[in-house]
């Protein structure tokens, strides 16, 4: 995007003083969000949020130092969009991992306040690039509500002829003090496939802590999750809307040094918790049906 375009992105939208449209270094732009209720910021690349900090706490949100910052390739961190298919595509090895939603500039259509909270909406839709990988019509908007809790809001719409089926995340890399430390409470008794186990249907025990790579996909789990970390004596919650699969992932030490966006050592820094439809739980729209699956962060003090 160039200098022009942006200054006629904000001549259009930005609010002074609270919310504008920037290049980062490498030249992707990205909002720039500033309240006494939290800063953040959102790449139009993804739609993809890379940072959030409610007022009295640190970052919430990790990115590797790693992390490409360039047209084509995935934002390693923030809250990347897997859509229309998570992990590998079951019928296409060769298609990007995760979809191709995550590696998309979207369009910015609106910045508004809203009280204390600041609501961004960024739209994508399908086109011949998308149809090459993934044969239907769509449109989908993310609206991102930035305050003291962090809500996100992914709208997908059957725009086609036909019905389609898809799977979706919000894929949020958590910032922890040390992944080898924290728990995570909320999904006790749940089911889920172990993707580390060719996805073995398992049964979860107490508190998840992490001694090794995992990959769970838990089902049939719509309850809140919350991740405590004493470390940096917060926790932080995840309600979710519409979802009905939870997505608990680290690669641990072997696993981050397979990712060339990802230092070694990483993967002590993070823990994702995600909401998502993925496998069975995969979404059918009908032509000219849509459907909504929220998140809302929150953080409070204590562990």
Not at 129 to 139: E, K, N, Q, V
Request: proline fraction near 4%; hydrophobic fraction near 40%.
């Amino acid at each position: 995007m160039t200098q022009t375009e942006l200054a006629a992105l904000n001549d259009l939208l930005a609010i002074p003083g609270v919310a504008s449209v920037v290049s980062d270094q490498s030249g992707l732009p990205k909002l720039d969000i500033t309240t006494p209720a939290a800063n953040a910021e959102i790449y139009l690349h993804g739609a993809h949020v890379t940072s959030w900090q409610p007022a009295g706490f640190d970052e919430i949100l990790f990115v590797s130092k790693l992390s490409h910052f360039e047209d084509g390739k995935a934002i390693r961190g923030g809250i990347p969009i897997c859509f229309p298919w998570f992990r590998a595509k079951a019928d296409n090895p060769k298609a990007p991992a995760h979809g191709f939603v995550r590696t998309r500039e979207w369009k910015l259509e609106s910045i508004a306040q809203d009280a204390a909270n600041v609501v961004v909406a960024l739209t994508t839709a399908s086109d011949d690039s998308t149809r090459a990988w993934w044969p239907f019509d769509f449109r989908a908007t993310h609206r991102i509500t930035v305050g003291t809790s962090l809500k996100l809001e992914l709208i997908v719409e059957n725009t086609g002829s036909e019905g389609f089926q898809f799977e979706e995340a919000l894929h949020t890399y958590n910032r922890v003090s040390d992944s080898s430390s924290i728990r995570i409470s909320g999904l006790d008794e749940a089911t889920y496939l172990d993707n580390r186990n060719n996805n073995a249907m398992k049964v979860q025990s107490g508190d998840i802590r992490f001694t090794t790579a995992t990959d769970n996909a838990y089902v049939e789990t719509g309850d809140a999750v919350t991740i405590h970390d004493a470390g940096l004596n917060r926790s932080i919650r995840l309600e979710k809307r519409s979802s009905l699969t939870t997505v608990v992932w680290n690669p641990w030490s072997g696993g981050a040094a397979a990712f060339a966006d990802m230092d070694d050592s990483e993967w002590r820094e993070f823990a994702c918790v995600e909401a998502s439809n993925i496998l069975s739980a995969g979404v059918i729209l009908q032509p000219d049906q849509s459907h909504i699956i929220t998140a809302n962060i929150t953080v409070f003090t204590g562990a």
